[in-house]
C-alpha cells in the first residue's frame, strides 16, 4: 500500500515550458487534491476532484489544468510555465471525513 | 487576504515543557479546523482536528482549543518531546463543503533536549 505517490521529486524548467505532475493513490479514494506551498503562505488549494470526470477550481486554479480519468491519477498539467510557479505541490486524497486526508510527499519545482 | 493565519513562523521550547501554538481565522464560515504535522520532504499529516459544537479535543499529549467568538484555535503539546520539532499547520473548512481547506503558514517548532 503505498499511499499518495508523487513525481518526479524535483523538476526545473524554463519560462514557457510545459510540464505534468504526476499523482497517483491506491486507497480507492474518490477526493483528490493539488496544493501549492509557499514560504509565508502555507498550503494553496489549487484544484480538486470529487471523483473520475469531475474537476473543480481551488483557492489558486490559474495557470494549470487538471482532469481525472480513473479514480488513481491526477495529474497537474502547467501549459506554459511561469516564474511565479515556482513552489512546492503537494497532492492529497481522501476517504470522505475530512480527517482522512493523506498528502503525498509533494514535488518541488523550480521555474527559470 | 489569507483567511487563516499562524502569526509565529517559529516556536522553540525546552524538552518536557508545553508548546502552544496559535491560529486565527476571518471567515466565520468556517466551523471545522484541523492540525497538521509537517517533517522536511515529506507531505503533512494529519494530527488533531475540532469541530465548532466543541470547545476542546484531546488526544493524549495533544490538545486543540476554539475560541470560536475571539475566533482563535490553538494546539497544546505537553510535555513536548524532541520528535515533535516539525512544522506545524492550522487548516480550516466548512462542515458543508469538505472539499475545501484553507490553510495557515505554518509554525516551525524546535523542541530543544
Given amino acids: 500500500n503505498a499511499g499518495v505517490t508523487q513525481t518526479p521529486k524535483f523538476q526545473v524548467l524554463k519560462t514557457g515550458q510545459s510540464m505534468t505532475l504526476q499523482c497517483a493513490q491506491d486507497m480507492n479514494h474518490e477526493y483528490m487534491s493539488w496544493y501549492r506551498q509557499d514560504p509565508g503562505m502555507g498550503l494553496r488549494l489549487i484544484h480538486y476532484s470529487v471523483g473520475a470526470g469531475i474537476t473543480d477550481q481551488g483557492e489558486v486554479p490559474n495557470g494549470y489544468n487538471v482532469s481525472r480519468s480513473t479514480t488513481e491519477d491526477f495529474p497537474l498539467r502547467l501549459l506554459s510555465a511561469a516564474p511565479s510557479q515556482t513552489s512546492v505541490y503537494f497532492c492529497a486524497s481522501k476517504a470522505g471525513g475530512p480527517d482522512t486526508q493523506y498528502f503525498g510527499p509533494g514535488t518541488r519545482l523550480t521555474v527559470l | ?113
Fill in chain 2, 1 to 113: 487576504d489569507q483567511q487563516v493565519k499562524q502569526n509565529s513562523p517559529s516556536l522553540s521550547v525546552q524538552e518536557g515543557r508545553i508548546s502552544i501554538l496559535n491560529c486565527d481565522y476571518t471567515n466565520s464560515m468556517f466551523d471545522y479546523f484541523l492540525w497538521y504535522k509537517k517533517y522536511p520532504a515529506e507531505g503533512p499529516t494529519f494530527l488533531i482536528s475540532i469541530s465548532s459544537i466543541k470547545d476542546k479535543n484531546e488526544d493524549g499529549r495533544f490538545t486543540v482549543f476554539l475560541n470560536k467568538s475571539a475566533k482563535h484555535l490553538s494546539l497544546h503539546i505537553v510535555p513536548s518531546q524532541p520528535g515533535d520539532s516539525a512544522v506545524y499547520f492550522c487548516a480550516a473548512s466548512e462542515t458543508d463543503n469538505f472539499n475545501k481547506f484553507y490553510f495557515g503558514s505554518g509554525t516551525k517548532l524546535n523542541v530543544k533536549p
